[in-house]
């Protein structure tokens, strides 16, 4: 899908600011931020689609600078597609993308589990449900020893019945730990 | 590549993530680990019915449904084969036509990986078994399955049993009814005749003919359908019924019978 992209310069009137966690403030158009639910909710909460409403920034304490600039760049991609509508996406046995996500995507996992977590948090169901059929799509067909290379786990607990390889308790590096984003998106403090 | 650090994303998109696998890819995490597996038993709200089969070799048939129906969903289909078997099979293969996706599983012992998965499939999905066909069973195969259905808290019912019978299998029926220990269902069958038939040696046998299924056990057959059984049978189906396999030729003659 592509969708026309006319330049748009934010002015005061029609953009906020938000402030990621190492403190670099972004101007964001009101427009680019109707996908994000958590920030629709926000601005809705607060008014700030009014014109003769003071606008603080907004801090968004979980999200760095770096994962800010990557999602405004999806945002700006999709700024006049129309609203996302969750498919059915059970048991889909194809993963493609408009070789522009592919691109957009084509980063090192720890950076995509980040921009995961921003989508979860930021609550943009297009970039979240992307990004996690991609993340499926790197263990589709493979073998429970083959997931256990992919995922890092190393501590043995029994042998698998089927094959004898050993089975392994989920204790290693890569899993230490939840992550600290909550499971449900809040507008964050003002 | 690093590592994809999964295990240490949020529920929800960890939830999401699973549940764009389809039921091989979700067995295949549940197996990584226990706590895959209770990611995947919370993650996964399904239900899936099961038929078991013995085709050549040990098969459960899979159509997962959220809404209760099974019909129009696709099939997944688990064969499992002696490792001997694994340079000339494919392990995974889709056929459009009837929406069943077959994935192939190799074992030295492939009972014993039958009834792993099936365990397996009782852990992570709301399963219940519709069918067994143990139309190819051996005693010595079925012991081990029905002790496993005996013990499973989870099977209550099974609604629908198979065996065709014959001179090498006629134990395996006796196995069955001596041991299996939960309910069977009813299929609401409607027999409305039938035929006698006659073996070679003299001994004589009746052969329902199983003309209609009803909706429920208190649905009256339709009045047509008995008039043109009768009807039907009034015009004499002097035929012969061929027992067993064609290859035995033991052949029967049979006359029709109201009943």
Not at chain 2, 88 to 93: A, I
Not at chain 2, 238 to 250: A, D, H, K
Request: proline share 4%; charged share 25%; net charge neutral.
């Amino acid at each position: 899908m592509s969708c026309e992209e006319p330049t748009t310069s934010p002015t005061p009137e029609n953009n906020i600011t938000v402030v990621s966690s190492d403190g670099k403030e972004f101007l964001l158009d009101l427009k680019l931020t109707e996908q994000s639910e958590t920030l629709a909710r926000l601005i809705s909460n607060f008014e700030y689609d009014r014109t003769d409403v003071k606008k603080d920034p907004v801090p968004l304490g979980n999200i760095t600078s770096a994962q800010m600039q990557k999602i405004i760049e999806w945002l700006q991609h999709h700024r006049y597609y129309p609203k996302w509508e969750q498919n059915d996406i059970h048991y889909s046995t194809s993963f493609t993308f408009e070789t522009w996500v592919e691109e957009y995507l084509n980063i090192p996992n720890n950076e995509m589990f980040e921009l995961l977590n921003a989508a979860n948090y930021l609550n943009i169901p297009r970039l979240f449900s992307t990004i996690c059929r991609i993340m499926a799509s790197r263990i589709t067909g493979k073998s429970a020893e083959q997931i256990r290379t992919v995922l890092n786990i190393k501590t043995d607990v029994k042998n698998d019945v089927y094959t004898g390889i050993p089975i392994q308790e989920d204790s290693s590096s890569s899993e230490d730990g939840m992550s600290e984003i909550s499971l449900s998106p809040s507008p964050p403090p003002i | 590549m690093s590592p994809l650090p999964l295990l240490r994303l949020p529920f929800l998109p960890l939830k999401n993530i699973i549940q764009n696998w389809n039921i091989y890819e979700i067995c295949e995490f549940a197996k990584v680990s226990k706590r895959t597996k209770n990611l995947v038993k919370l993650a996964v709200k399904k239900t899936a019915y099961i038929i078991l089969n013995n085709l050549e070799n040990f098969q459960i048939e899979t159509t997962i449904s959220e809404s209760g129906g099974m019909s129009l969903w696709d099939t997944w289909l688990f064969k499992m084969k002696d490792i001997s078997e694994r340079d000339n099979t494919e392990s995974e293969d889709y056929n459009e036509s009837n929406r069943t996706h077959t994935f192939t599983l190799f074992s030295e012992n492939p009972l014993l990986l039958f009834l792993e998965t099936l365990k397996l499939l009782f852990e992570v999905f709301d399963c219940s078994i519709h069918s067994v066909y143990w139309n190819n069973w051996n005693s010595e195969d079925m012991r081990p399955v029905i002790d496993w259905m005996n013990g499973c808290d989870k099977l209550t019912t099974i609604r629908n049993v198979r065996f065709m019978l014959n001179v090498n299998n006629q134990m395996t029926l006796a196995l069955f009814l001596e041991t299996f220990q939960k309910k069977l269902g009813r299929q609401y069958h409607w027999y409305y005749g039938g035929v006698d038939i006659q073996r070679v040696d003299g001994k004589i046998g009746t052969v329902m003919w199983t003309h209609y299924v009803g909706s429920n056990e208190h649905e009256k057959i339709p009045k047509t359908l008995l008039k043109n059984s009768r009807k039907r049978n009034k015009n004499g189906l002097g035929m012969i019924v061929t027992w067993f396999s064609r290859r035995e030729e033991t052949r029967f003659k049979s006359q029709t019978r109201r009943k």
